[in-house]
């Protein structure tokens, strides 16, 4: 994690380390627990940690039964309570700050995250700007017929679909039989294209994703840029995993942002308080830089 870092300011380094931090946690978390649902069913296992499958553990199966729920009074095949449970406390937390879920929790976008290391080291600065603006403004809706089309078939069918080619099932369950061969296609084909594009499986494919983009329509906390200061480095810009031109916005309301904070930080934005978290509507302003640092 230093060397990442190692040459940044310290100030900076304690910052962006806080995600980080939180994302290495989780997706070491995940992994045990999934570790220990295989060695429970040969009746080993790691005593006081759970071992839930890896659906109980995903909000997004919360979504796709929600029909059954609504209709039938019950949970598709797979899915749990915990689910369901996990999916409202995320829907809040969005509503509040946008989608820090996919940036900071999502194991999947971590993974993604973490193979982009490799790409931005052997593309320089070509990384993440191999698929032209165009086209990335066409593909980045391809995630919502995605979520459309699992949220109708799964509806229709009662049968969890998404399973079939879940990336997130297939990277933490690959040894298991229950993995099917297209989910560790798709799993290897966003492994790959990771090199090129920062979280290419967020930007165009994600389902779940493409449901809490919404909240940035709407959230409490909004990252705001301050024109009156704003020295149009476009450094914010530059930064931005999703691709998105935050230096020529005042509000960033984009259904791409995951809330990762990168482009509020003085790596980006060497003017203090031009990026900013705003709680709206009282229009209480303050720099995330001091967020992070309580």
């Not at 070491?28 to 553990?57: C, K, M, R, Y």
């Amino acid at each position: 994690m230093s060397k990442l870092f190692k040459n940044q300011p310290k100030t900076l380094q304690k910052k962006l380390s806080i995600r980080h931090y939180v994302q290495f946690f989780f997706f070491a978390l995940i992994g045990l627990i999934a570790i220990n649902h295989t060695l429970v069913e040969t009746g080993a296992g790691i005593p006081f940690l759970s071992d839930a499958s890896l659906h109980a553990l995903c909000p997004f199966g919360g979504v796709v039964t929600l029909y059954n729920l609504a209709t039938l009074g019950t949970f598709i095949q797979k899915i749990h309570m915990s689910s369901s449970i996990l999916m409202i406390l995320i829907f809040i937390l969005a509503i509040l700050v946008g989608p820090v879920f996919c940036s900071f929790v999502c194991p999947l976008g971590s993974f993604q995250e973490f193979l982009g290391k490799i790409g931005k080291t052997l593309f320089k600065k070509r990384y993440n700007h191999f698929i032209p603006q165009k086209v990335h403004d066409v593909l980045k809706y391809l995630r919502y017929v995605v979520l459309i089309l699992v949220v109708y078939v799964t509806a229709k069918s009662g049968y969890l679909m998404f399973a079939d080619i879940d990336p997130y099932n297939a990277l933490f369950s690959f040894w298991s039989d229950e993995v099917s061969v297209k989910a560790l296609i798709v799993l290897g084909i966003t492994a790959i294209l990771s090199l090129f594009v920062e979280r290419p499986w967020c930007k165009y494919a994600c389902p779940y994703g493409a449901l809490l983009g919404l909240s940035n329509k709407v959230r409490i906390f909004k990252i705001k840029r301050v024109e009156a200061t704003c020295v149009s480095c476009n450094k914010c810009t530059t930064v931005c995993p999703m691709n998105i031109d935050v230096a020529n916005k005042t509000t960033v309301t984009d259904l791409q942002c995951i809330s990762c904070m990168a482009c509020t930080s003085e790596e980006s934005c060497p003017v203090p308080e031009t990026v900013t978290l705003t709680l709206e509507p009282l229009n209480i302003k303050k720099p995330v830089s001091a967020n992070l640092n309580q």
